[in-house]
């Protein structure tokens, strides 16, 4: 007998015949995530288990993050032969509790010499007769008591939940654009834990932002990194852009440039990386450069689809998964982004394209795409 952790996964199930690539994938994210643990992992009768770690909450901890991952419980593993030994152990994992219970059997072992409604009767009877203070109610218990009969039998109560989402890796790969706000890592989480592989573009504005800002940006970039299976942040040098586009183009308009620049070259980045998407944090109405008509002018310099999964999200929706994720304290640290030098005291809410392309025109977009590009930094976290 042994305390084990039983992981379940969600949606792997609605997956066919591309059902065991998931399950490898998603035994792989969870061997990852234990590695420090030292646990073992392995996959057995469509259920993933952890033994043998040296720190079971931690092992939780990371477990929990996991996408893919369901739930998880710490679940008691013995031989099924000895049904009064089962028993005897169901009676020690609801000893302490008060108020109603059940036990809920499933038998995967269709061999076994008794079927769920039985273990349910004969155990909770068991049960009762050790512990009578506790009472049955099938229908609403305070305590589900859960025996799974597989190749071994497993005992617990209490599943803690997990994140939820597919395997990193299952879902093709999309570029982020990660500023130092609260916004973009959040909707970079919730594009991975699609499935999906992410990496990252950080564009900053020396000497106008600082070493630390950058640094704030790496430092959201590494928190993301646990759930995200590590991410690579491309930090791109913008400032000579944007001095051109302060320089030359209708001050009203240099921030929906200025964006459509930064699409620009996060396509690019996104083309070589191989990404089929690019994500930004944005959502209708936050700022000037959020309204329907400036997303729509940033979108048409992008030749891929841009991910925006924060779009009818309330800052205060948003705050709250930054907080459940551990990137809200970083974000809010106090420095400077690019977007917040030069801005205009009045953005066009409404851009005109022909204005856009008008001051455009005056930039060499190709050159400076192509020296910022060759001007960045890539640092894999
Ligand atoms: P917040 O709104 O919380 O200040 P934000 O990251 O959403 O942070 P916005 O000014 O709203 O900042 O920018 C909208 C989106 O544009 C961001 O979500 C991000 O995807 C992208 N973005 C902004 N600044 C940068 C930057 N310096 N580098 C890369 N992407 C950026
Ligand atoms: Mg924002």
Partial sequence: MREVLQVRFGEIFLKGLNRPTFLKMLVSRVRDAVKETGGRVWLSDSRVYVSDMTDMDEAIRRVTKVFGVHSVCRAI?????????????????????????????????????????????????YILERLPDLRVDVKNPDVVLSVEIRDMAYLYTHPIMAVGGMPVGSNGKATLLLSGGIDSPVAGWMIAKRGVTVNAVHFNSPPYTSERARQKVLDLAKILSESLCGIRVHVVPFTDIQMQIHEKCHEDYTTVIMRRYMMRIANEIARREHSQALITGESIGQVASQTMHALSCTDAVADMPVFRPLIGFDKSEIIEIAQKIGTYETSNLPYEDCCTVFTPRHPATKPKMDIILEGESKLDTEALIAAAIEGSEVIQL
């Fill in 77 to 125: 593993e013995m031989e099924k032969g000895d049904f009064t030994a089962l028993c005897d152990q169901a009676v020690e994992l609801m000893r302490g509790h008060k108020g109603s219970f059940k036990v809920s059997a499933r038998r995967s072992d269709k061999r076994y010499f008794m079927d769920s409604p039985a273990i349910n009767m004969e155990m909770g009877g």
